[in-house]
């Protein structure tokens, strides 16, 4: 339990910026978080400063999670950006935290759920451990020799690399209540949709979703979903 709390504190994240007090970004009063990075390009990006991978404000999580946790007035946060699983690691180590601290997840991504799922099904997959156990071998055979003076380890790294990412992905879904994913697309935009940029993006259940296996979409409960009349 030690090691974990020491990696939540010591693991960073990329951020563009911070919202402590979104009405817009799902419902009811939330604390928006926008990382840095997003590899999708979208046209008309709402925030296109946070598309280059550098030039975000590095944090650690323990802080960004103690100036949430500060706002007394939110108990909701919302990931966005950028694109949240492009930092899946620190991205699901929030949300985990997060949704131990009590709050409610919500999550933009340009990425479909399903393609997100898929990743994350395909690096839990019985082969990831054994893939793991053949890296272990050659690294013993190797008698510790660094994996980048080796080409061949250097590639099995690589992709132990990306499975571990994915792993994260699922992580990330595992602690989310509700995804709004799919691109941003111009010709589809729609100033009437709530949440939505475009009328392609959806607002999926996550854990129905991966309860049933198929992907259902969510449905407000107990607040109004009217505008402001001031917007």
């Known amino acids: 339990m030690a090691a974990m ?94 949704k131990r601290n009590g709050y409610g997840v919500w999550s933009y991504s340009g990425y479909l759920y399903e393609d997100l799922a898929k990743r994350a099904n395909k690096a839990r997959a019985d082969d990831v451990l054994q893939a793991r156990a053949e890296r272990d071998r050659r690294i013993g055979a190797l008698g510790g020799e660094a994996l980048h003076e080796n080409p061949e380890e250097a590639m099995v790294s690589g992709a132990l690399a990306d499975i571990a990412d994915d792993l994260a992905v699922g992580d990330l879904l595992d602690s989310i209540d509700v995804l709004v994913d799919g691109p941003f697309v111009e010709s589809r935009k729609s100033l009437e949709l709530k949440w939505c940029g475009s009328s392609n993006q959806r607002l999926i259940d996550v854990p129905a979703t991966r309860r049933t296996g198929s992907v259902v979409e969510w449905q407000p409960t107990s607040f109004s979903l009217e505008k402001p009349s001031n917007w």
């Open 5 to 98: 709390e020491n990696d939540f504190e010591n693991t960073t994240i990329s951020l563009y910026g911070t919202v402590p007090d979104s009405i817009v970004d799902g419902p009811g009063l939330r604390y928006a978080v926008f990382v840095q990075g997003c590899s999708h390009g979208c046209p008309g990006c709402h925030n296109p400063e946070s598309q280059p991978a550098e030039g975000g404000t590095e944090t650690t999580l323990a802080a960004l999670l103690a100036d949430i946790r500060a706002n007394g007035l939110v108990h909701d946060v919302t990931l966005s950006g950028g694109e949240p699983f492009e930092q899946p690691k620190a991205c699901a180590a929030l949300a985990a935290e997060l």
